[in-house]
């Protein structure tokens, strides 16, 4: 997988991009990041890429003609297998508006972005995006009910929920059972987990995780994480 991400701010990505799991990643070349500075795109000598809101108003927006640039200019340049017929937006790439107007991220969306050859990510700042930029792009996430600074740190979150999902990454049983993995159809919260020592402060490792007996430990899980999603999200449950 290829993932590009248009940002005014590249920097913030560095030392993110650099540690753990998606540093392994992009070594075992499982996935390929590239940070795209848009203001190299900015109109003039001064590398302009926002303007003053027409009505007024607070801030600045930036300009769709300066996004719609770097969108283009970054769409799909990878080399495509012999057998493999020519990308298509609605299939292997996909260009996402990080807004906190979008659809908000779950592990269903993750899933499915996971599957894609090449994702463009576009990370908003200032007042945000002139509004002709939605027309441009094939889907807007939000990564919940709160504004940031900036997409920046969406885009952070966004990439580590979907590298983790790319076969060779992790280990396919890590992710199996995972909180809002596809469970029969349900996406219920992982079961407790516990390790030694087996007694802390008085309160004891449950006995059927010490029982040996695989069919009682997976019962017990089961039954665990179902109660759990009960108390704390009963809204997953159908």
Do not use: W
Not at 46 to 59: E, S
Not at 130 to 138: A, F, K, L, S, W
Not at 140 to 158: K, Q
Not at 200 to 209: Q, S
Request: proline share 4%; glycine share 8%.
């Amino acid at each position: 997988m290829k993932i590009s991400i248009i940002t005014l701010f590249p920097e913030m990505f560095e030392k993110v991009f650099d540690v753990s799991m998606i540093s392994r990643a992009k070594e075992k070349g499982t996935v390929q990041i590239e940070i795209i500075q848009l203001r190299d795109f900015g109109i003039g000598s001064h590398k302009v890429v926002d303007d003053k809101p027409y009505g007024g108003g607070v801030g600045m927006v930036l300009r769709v003609d300066v996004l719609d640039q770097a969108i283009q200019k970054t769409k799909t340049k990878m080399q495509k297998p012999a057998r493999q017929k020519r990308l298509s937006v609605a299939g292997e790439e996909m260009v996402i508006l990080l807004d906190p107007k979008g659809k908000k991220l779950d592990q269903a969306l993750v899933e499915k972005l996971s599957k894609k050859d090449h994702l463009i990510l576009l990370c908003g700042h200032y007042e945000g995006y002139d509004e002709r930029v939605r027309d441009i792009v094939d889907e807007e996430i939000s990564i919940g009910d709160f504004v940031l600074s900036g997409g920046e740190i969406a885009a952070m979150a966004l990439v580590d929920s979907i590298i983790r999902l790319i076969p060779g990454n992790l280990e396919k049983e890590a992710t199996a059972l995972e909180s809002f993995s596809d469970n029969n159809g349900e996406r219920i919260l992982e079961h407790p987990q516990y390790t030694r020592p087996a007694i802390y402060k008085k309160k004891k490792v449950p006995e059927e995780l010490l029982s040996g007996n695989p069919k009682i430990i997976t019962a017990y899980r089961e039954k665990e994480a179902l109660n759990l999603t009960k108390k704390r999200r009963p809204d997953l449950l159908k």
